[in-house]
């Protein structure tokens, strides 16, 4: 059974079907697909649409039941119709649709014996696909396709300068000369680069002489560093490339700072009135008398950055951003989409590479406070009541994170990158703060829209450096 016949009555289903998918961002704001392009080529019907704004693009396959859940399934004919990145004959069949090219990397021969969903919770379409020759690849395919897709334009990157610590472009899809997917290296391990530290915490806080392994920590403001270096190059320019920061852009920084917090006010007091959550009350009191203190403190330390660098950086760099690989005891960065929640224009602006340092200094602060959750138990609230007038992690934390901040600093401040001059050195806790607070109200703007319970983590970090 091949070609546009097969298909016949079954666009109707797939239109049906994107107005429930995970991807599709308005499930409930009343938008439908509007079609910019159909082709059925034998088993695989590939769609380009819009929602009135944003394009997207998805393909479907026609098979026999490929063990998804019922909800990923449109059964058609005796059959069913699925995501085509999940069925091995994906590759093979979207090259055949018109406008669409597959390039391989030189030493890859592509024949796909299996294809299988990598996790389903996500936006973009990720499966697991492995080889004749027996390589396991990652095929991530983008439902959204912005107007520059930076995960692209970075890996390439980095694939191009040699960078380790991030999975290696295998094969790219494009269609119309755009990127719509890769295959990436597979890399083994777990998907939260934190497991080694939160092992150890939790170790260190049943037995504080326990001895403490900076040097992974070490290792990871190496890579951070090696990152930096390999996306911005001497002689980048462009998407890439150091620039020099302006008045407008720390006007623009500070304005952000006071938008969030008055965001932030304004969900705690519409939370507080919610029935169960009147106990936020208590933290906005907090916020109001200490939080706001450091937000206008970060205001005044931006100021600094007026003719130093920007480059282009991660932006939403933290420990589940990462792969920890056991094996090799090493951390490989993933996701290059930039900070969620941003507009297109906004992921794509540069900022001075220590704010992907501040991110990962806010990850750990998360990471301590689950140690101690899982530790000492009791609820987020209670747990962080203590915490705020004294965290029994932070003598472990500030001993990870200063290794890993001045390792960071012994890679990158030889390079240029940061155009500070001695101050680098010097001033770098003063350098870093309006970073880390900056990250923290992002933090707490999230949990209050969407898990107010966790609201008091964040807000913490607030108030400590490390």
């Known amino acids: 059974m091949s070609g546009a016949g097969e298909w016949s009555g079954a666009l109707g289903l797939l239109e049906e079907y994107i107005t429930r998918a995970r991807w599709w961002p308005w499930k409930t704001g009343g938008r439908r697909p509007v079609l910019v392009k159909t082709a059925f080529v034998e088993d695989i019907a590939h769609l380009k649409f819009s929602d009135g704004d944003n394009l997207y693009q998805a393909s479907f396959i026609l098979g026999d039941h490929p063990g998804l859940p019922s909800d990923r399934l449109i059964p058609y004919r005796g059959r069913f119709i699925y995501e085509a990145e999940y069925d091995k004959r994906f590759l093979d069949a979207v090259k055949r649709v018109p406008g669409v090219d597959v390039e391989l990397s030189g030493d890859l021969t592509l024949v796909v014996v299996s294809a299988k969903p990598l996790t389903l919770d996500s936006t973009n379409v990720l499966s697991l696909v492995e080889t004749a020759g027996g390589e396991r690849l990652v095929l991530k395919s983008y439902r959204l396709l912005p107007r520059v897709n930076m995960e692209y334009e970075c890996l390439v990157k980095l694939s191009r300068e040699g960078f380790k610590n991030a999975p290696r472009v295998r094969g790219l899809v494009y269609e119309d000369g755009e990127p719509i997917a890769m295959l990436l290296q597979y890399i083994p391990g777990y998907n939260d680069a934190g497991y080694p530290f939160y092992v150890e ?124 690989d056991p094996g090799e005891n090493e951390f490989y960065i993933i996701d290059f989409e930039g900070e969620p929640g941003r507009s297109l224009e906004e992921r794509l602006e540069k900022e001075p590479p220590l704010r992907d340092v501040a991110s990962l200094v806010r990850s750990f602060h998360y990471l301590s406070f689950a140690a101690l959750l899982n530790t000492l138990g009791g609820s987020v609230d209670g747990l962080a009541r203590r915490v705020l007038e004294e965290d029994p992690a932070q003598a472990w934390r500030r001993t990870h994170l200063t290794s890993m901040v001045y390792s960071y600093l012994a890679r990158t401040g030889p390079l240029g990158l940061h155009g500070l001059g001695d101050r680098l050195l010097r001033d770098v806790d003063s350098l870093l703060k309006p970073w880390i607070v900056e990250r923290a109200l992002y933090e707490l703007a999230y949990e209050l829209m969407y898990r107010p319970d966790w609201a008091p983590i964040p807000l913490l970090g607030l108030l400590r450096l490390y």
């Not at 150091?242 to 952000?256: M, Y």
């Not at 938008?259 to 939370?271: P, Q, S």
């Not at 450091?294 to 990462?322: G, N, P, T, W």
């Open 201 to 324: 915490l939790t170790e260190w806080l049943k037995n504080p002489g326990t001895r403490l392994n900076v040097g992974l920590s070490a290792k990871l403001g190496v890579i951070t560093g090696g990152l930096h270096s390999a996306l911005n190059k001497p002689g980048d320019r462009g998407f890439f490339g150091v620039e020099e920061v302006s008045d407008r852009d720390v006007l623009k920084w500070e304005e952000r700072l006071s938008k969030r917090a008055k965001f932030i006010l304004e969900k705690f007091d519409e939370n507080a009135r919610v029935k169960g959550f009147e106990w936020l009350a208590f933290w906005r009191e907090v916020f109001e008398k200490r939080g706001l203190q450091a937000v206008e403190e970060a205001r005044s330390l931006l100021d600094r950055f007026v003719h130093a660098y920007k480059a282009r950086i991660h932006q939403d760099l933290h420990l589940l951003q990462m792969i920890y």
